[in-house]
């Protein structure tokens, strides 16, 4: 029922490469210009900026896209209100879930979903959190899971699940034998981190500042990009980092990696649901309830 060229518009305005999205529409090239230019003809307009090596929406462009990302969040909800006659499930879900989550939460969770509604499809982006909250609020997913919590007023937070964050060397680690630490200890210690805007990163720095250190104070020896990489680093060196208990949940049941109690440094976060403010999309809306479902099993 939509009209397909205002379908290839949206996808092109968003991926900004013609050649993206026409593997994106499972269309060739030629036949996403062709459609573009006859919207460029019925309206008399330019709708992109070709340049050589890039592509820009000009002001015209800027207009039809954000009507375009209305008339398709409307065209969801009326196929979604359709097939609910028939109690089907049936669209597209856009989901974006930071780090930890995507990798080390979510996949059971998609899994179960998609073995109970099989015709959704689920496209998930995998962000840091302050990402995934500007692909929010840009409508570039219908709803997120983050770490943490920042103060924006038009996201709705709902918290989801609890997280800590532990400490954890090589099981065999020879610099440190006990189970137990004091506080004072981990400023002694050789850490490897991941980079400062991780949302892992921000929940340490301040669960450290109210146990009065400075996390400039810990001697960092290297910062990784994935925490794949740190686990991979910790476990074949004496080197100790903060992670989630949701991704080292097997290194510790394989016995690669232990966990080293610091006294006084409990670090408890939540998980945050996070959605745009307003009525939710339907899809979306069913997505929540059934991981909500999903954890309380």
Request: proline share 3%; with cysteine.
């Amino acid at each position: 029922m939509l009209d397909f060229r205002l379908r290839v518009f949206h996808t092109v305005a968003k991926l900004l490469n013609f050649t993206k999205a026409a593997g994106v529409l499972n269309v060739t090239q030629p036949a996403v210009t062709k459609h573009i230019k006859e919207l460029e003809q019925e309206y008399k307009v330019t709708l992109f900026d070709r340049q050589p090596n890039a592509l820009a929406l000009t002001e015209a462009g800027q207009l039809l896209y954000r009507h375009a990302i209305n008339i398709m969040e409307q065209y969801e909800l009326l196929d979604f209100d359709m097939n609910a006659i028939h109690n089907k499930l049936i669209g597209d879900l856009h989901l974006g879930a930071s780090t930890t989550i995507a990798q080390y939460v979510l996949g059971p969770v998609l899994a179960s979903f998609h073995q109970r509604y099989p015709d959704v499809q689920v496209h998930l982006a995998n962000e840091n959190s302050n990402h995934i909250i500007q692909l929010l609020l840009q409508k570039d997913i219908d709803m997120g899971l983050i770490e943490g919590k920042t103060n924006n007023n038009s996201v709705q937070y709902t918290r989801y699940i609890e997280d800590e964050l532990v400490l954890v060397c090589n099981a065999k680690n020879p610099l440190y034998k006990k189970q137990d630490a004091p506080l004072v200890d981990i400023t002694t210690l050789p850490f490897v981190m991941r980079e400062g805007d991780s949302g892992t990163y921000e929940i340490l720095e301040e669960h450290l500042k109210k146990a009065g250190i400075n996390i400039a104070r810990l001697k960092v020896k290297m910062h990784l990009a994935s925490t794949e990489g740190i686990k991979q680093f910790v476990e074949h060196s004496d080197h100790f980092a903060f992670m989630s208990i949701y991704a080292v949940a097997n290194e510790l049941n394989r016995g690669a990696l232990r966990v080293v109690n610091v006294k006084g440094l409990d670090m408890y976060r939540h998980f945050h649901i996070v959605q745009r403010q307003g009525q939710p999309l339907p899809i979306a809306d069913s997505f929540i309830k059934f991981i909500n479902n999903y954890n309380k099993k």
